[in-house]
């Protein structure tokens, strides 16, 4: 296999910039950069590099051989000054050497398939190279460190146990399994189809977590849906006009609420139009309207207690629902209780005014809570993937089929539907079937990962 070196750091003028090698020939590398001697094991040295007998730069080397190191292949550091000139002469230097330019997460890649962690392990580390809130870091590390893949090789070393024992008796075709060993089988069975289940029926917080939660704002045209865009994000994402129909698209922002990631995406107003491209964008905010994890279900304090019909008919069970322009309402004082909405929609509005600034941390108070509910940290790990969860609904399927007792009477298809449930778990951690999914995930990676 080749040795490979990337610049780990990002690109660009910097203080410092790591060039990693990884390979055979990474110690090989080091001396003729001019390197009398190869360092001692992970103990940081400075020395001079040199491309032939140009000098390069003085830099810190750090060694870390196999298998001891992230690669679990040689692996050689340098850090030296982080002008582009630097890192280019260098990288040209080991490019004539005979070294590998790294492919998007090449390093990782080598890691995996040198028995340094499992899929699930690169998947988290993937996780929190692109982490941006406090809880996508926290989840990505506890991925990371193997919790995840712990839990699902446990259940597959489960299966694997009882696969031993259902084989044993193929080689006896005449002997049927005794009732007492069926019996206490489906038992085991149904303990950890319940445990796989209960993982399963997480309101999939994990994968919102790891992609954001989104959350659309709707209403009727001038309802103030860009102007509350605009002041969640704390600056001018959006236009905000007088005229109804100025938001056309679906306009998004990328915060960090209460450390969760959260996508707030504007939509254009909610009405009947003769207009091609505004048709096109009503279409488009019911879209996001259905897809987004919440609605912020905007409405005009002004038209109380008669609503707009279509913005009322957006309101459900994952809506917030909040009243605008109580300052400009001609029937009520901002504060003399709240709007009323019809009963059947079952929800309490809260009352701003983002012309005057009131109520809004009572919103933001609401939306941080509604967030804390939908995504509270749980002790158990969290299913990160779709990947994940199709895997596991799929072993699952095959371990309640074994709930039955009748499909014991063929035990060779009692064996298969434990080697199947046994493979799609492998399948998560790369166990098994690995390189159908490495190019999938590590394309993703950033170049020197």
């Not at 298998?67 to 000054?81: N, Q, R, W, Y």
């Not at 072993?395 to 046994?422: D, G, S, V, Y």
Request: charged share 25%; with cysteine; glycine share 8%.
């Amino acid at each position: 296999m080749s040795t490979i070196f990337a610049e780990s750091t990002a690109r660009g003028k910097a203080g410092i910039a790591v060039i990693r090698i990884s390979g055979s020939g990474a110690g090989k590398a080091l001396l003729k950069l001019g390197i009398k001697k190869i360092p001692q094991p992970r103990r940081a040295v400075v020395a001079k590099i040199y491309g032939g007998s140009e000098l390069i730069d003085s830099a810190l080397i750090l060694w870390m051989p196999a298998p001891h190191s992230f690669t679990g292949e040689d692996v050689a550091e340098i850090h030296l000054h982080g002008s582009r000139a630097t890192v280019n002469i260098l990288s040209k230097t080991l490019l004539d050497m005979g070294l590998t330019p790294a492919e998007p997460g090449e390093f990782t890649r080598r890691a995996l398939m040198n028995g340094k962690m499992d899929l699930t392990e690169a998947e988290g580390l993937a996780d929190l190279i692109d982490a941006e809130t406090r809880a996508q870091a926290k989840q990505a590390v506890r991925q990371m460190q193997g919790e995840l893949g712990n839990l699902y090789e446990s259940w597959r070393e489960k299966i694997i146990q009882a696969l031993a024992h259902i084989e044993a008796y193929i080689d006896f075709p005449d002997e049927d399994l005794p009732p007492a060993l069926i019996q206490d089988f489906i038992k085991k069975i149904k303990e950890l189809s319940g445990s796989i289940s209960a993982h399963l029926d997480d309101n999939k917080r994990g994968e919102i977590i790891r992609r954001g939660f989104h959350v659309a704002i709707v209403g009727a045209p001038n309802v103030g849906k860009s102007t509350l865009l605009n002041w969640l994000a704390r600056r001018d994402i959006a236009i905000v006009s007088a005229i109804p129909g100025t938001t056309r698209d679906v306009i998004e922002v990328n915060l960090d609420l209460a450390g969760f990631p959260v996508t707030i995406a504007d939509t254009a107003g909610i009405r009947e139009s003769k207009d091609a491209i505004e048709i096109e964008g009503v279409r488009r905010a019911r879209l996001r309207a259905e897809e987004s994890d919440m609605k912020i279900v905007m409405l005009d304090a002004a038209e109380a207690p008669d609503f707009n019909k279509e913005s009322l008919g957006l309101i459900d069970e994952n809506s917030l629902v909040v009243v605008n322009k109580c300052d400009l309402s001609p029937r009520r004082k901002p504060g003399s209780g709240k709007p009323q909405i019809p009963a059947s929609a079952g929800m309490t509005p809260i009352e701003i005014s983002l012309k005057n600034q009131t109520g809004l941390d009572e919103l933001l108070s609401a939306i941080t809570k509604i967030l804390e509910q939908r995504l509270a940290p749980s002790d158990a790990p969290q299913i990160t993937r779709e990947r994940h969860r199709a895997l596991l609904s799929e072993a699952l399927t095959h371990l309640q089929n074994l709930e039955n007792p009748a499909i014991f009477k063929t035990t060779e298809l009692a064996a298969e539907n434990l080697r199947a449930a046994a493979t799609a778990i492998g399948k998560i951690t790369g166990r098994i079937d690995l390189e159908e999914v490495l190019d999938e995930l590590f394309k993703s990676f950033c170049i020197g990962k």
